[in-house]
């Protein structure tokens, strides 16, 4: 993708461009801001090709080889006119003959001017301020942590009664051996869903931004968007997905299900089992994903799994919580089927965390300007 | 004086200042999120220390010990799992946002914009 490559230190583009930029009767001319371009005058020197039209002025400023211009190439368009213009740089280089290159598309859209922007008298107080406030916070942090208690003490005034209480009562109060697990999902069983139901109105609002622009122009499909239906073109790594895939959703379903015996849960399963999908779909496209997973399925399982977390812990305070005899035996801890609600809460929790990954990872890679 | 035997919050502290000042002064959205998410890091990072009992084991109770001495203080664990669900939650919408403003004005530049609309309405 261009969006890092772009480098917003040094140039910007004008106020008046963005505006432009989607108009088509735009003056094919380019002007460069005179004077405070620290690459020197060479830059500069493009003038000359600038009333040319529009293809020949692209391979002018290849030619030549600044990064000005290449930088230039690559703004002014969307991602596959940017990914283009990197590729033929260097095959221009190697052959010195830029204009046998044929690049029609370029024609299409309009050039964006881009000047330097000197920094304000305000702009540059506000970066000095921003260096010194931050040393001063982070010297201020570094005398706490100079008086802080050492690090790993018993007697530090963390290690209260509030976490004795914990691990001396927390196996007969929720029956699991984890005692993350049985603080997360018993004891703060309310703020683990709200953290669900966090997850889940991220990936809805994800969807609503970017799922607006995918409706506008879908129509035209780039380079880009190929490799993201049929997966990387490599037969190696579609074998050892297509071995180990199975196994890593087994780990993560493992990771689940354990999360009140072991470390883990429904969050580090979940993101396990997220992963396993995320690779999946890196490898062999969405055109293969898309059998058993898509992002509207997606929500459609957050928002189950969120529902009965919600019924699940319903009853639980209904009926634990008020002191009446509740149905959900407690088990021998340590056995798989034990510690109440925890593994089913799990199990939620789970499928949230896991379709979240997978959601985000699809919207952000299907995402097109 | 701790300063250098707390080695696990020092390094959360200067990781807090980087990521702060990532924030303060990168002029790219993206990088403002990576410096967002090195802050995020760093709590977590002094959460996780501070729970931390020297020579305890982890808090999953074997044999039915449940001496408080034996384990390391399992609350921060809890707390830290909350950070991370909710980093991961506004760290997807920022970025998504990033996108729309990319999508917008064709540059991820968000102090240069800003300074450009403030210079046009003064003129």
């Not at chain 2, 009992?53 to 203080?73: C, E, F, V, W």
């Not at chain 2, 800003?114 to 309405?121: A, E, F, I, R, S």
């Amino acid at each position: 993708m261009s969006l890092l490559s772009e480098d917003g230190k040094k140039t910007v583009l004008s106020f008046g461009d963005w505006v432009n930029a989607n108009s088509p009767e735009i003056p094919p001319e380019i002007d460069y801001a005179k004077g405070g371009d620290p690459k020197g005058p060479g830059a500069h020197g493009h003038d000359d090709h600038g009333h040319e039209d529009h293809g020949h002025e692209d391979h002018g400023h290849d030619d030549h080889g600044h990064e000005e211009a290449h930088g230039h190439d690559g703004h002014g368009h969307d991602d596959a006119h940017g990914h283009d213009a990197h590729g033929e740089h260097g095959h221009e280089h190697a052959h010195f003959e830029p204009h046998e290159i044929v690049m029609p598309k370029r024609e299409k859209k309009p050039k964006v001017k881009r000047e330097k922007v000197q920094l304000t008298g305000v702009e540059h107080s506000y970066r000095v301020f921003a260096v010194i406030s931050g040393i001063l916070l982070a010297l201020v942090l570094l005398v706490t942590v100079a008086t802080l208690p050492r690090f790993g003490s018993a007697d530090a005034p963390a290690v209260n009664e509030v976490s004795r209480r914990y691990l001396e009562q927390g196996l007969t109060d929720t029956g699991a051996v984890n005692a993350v697990a049985g603080i997360i999902l018993d004891y703060r069983a309310f703020d683990t869903l709200g953290e669900s139901v966090v997850l889940f109105t991220a990936t809805v609002t994800v969807i609503f931004l970017l799922q607006q622009s995918k409706r506008k122009n879908g129509e035209e499909k780039t380079e880009d968007e190929v490799d993201v239906n049929t997966g990387v073109r490599s037969l190696p790594a579609k074998v050892i997905i297509g071995i180990t895939f199975p196994f890593i959703l087994l780990y993560g379903i493992y990771v689940v299900l354990n999360g009140h015996l072991s470390p883990g849960g429904g969050f580090s399963g979940g993101t396990i089992l997220g992963g396993g999908l995320i690779l999946c779909h890196m490898v062999n496209g969405e055109r293969f994903t898309e059998r058993f997973i898509t992002v509207k399925r997606c929500t459609q399982i957050m928002a189950a799994g969120l529902f009965v977390y919600i019924g699940l812990k319903t009853y639980s305070i209904l009926t634990g919580a008020n002191g009446a005899a509740s149905a959900i035996p407690l088990g021998t801890p340590g056995s798989i089927f034990s510690a109440g609600l925890i593994l089913p809460l799990n199990i939620c929790v789970g499928l949230v965390v896991a379709c979240t990954m997978y959601a985000l990872y699809n919207l952000f890679t299907s995402w097109r300007s | 004086m701790n300063l250098f035997n707390n080695y696990y919050e020092l390094a959360a502290v200067i990781l807090f200042a980087i990521g702060l000042l990532l924030l303060l002064l990168q002029r790219n959205l993206i990088k403002k999120i990576i410096g967002l998410n090195i802050m995020d890091t760093s709590v977590f990072l002094f959460l996780a220390a501070k729970g931390y009992i020297a020579g305890a084991m982890s808090p999953i109770i074997r044999d039915g010990q449940t001496d408080a001495s034996l384990y390391i203080n399992p609350l921060p664990s809890g707390l830290v799992l909350t950070g991370i669900v909710v980093a991961v939650s506004t760290t997807a919408f920022a970025l998504a946002l990033a996108l729309r403003w990319y999508q917008q004005y064709h540059t991820l530049d968000i102090d240069g914009v800003v300074l450009k609309n403030v210079l046009k309405g003064e003129k």
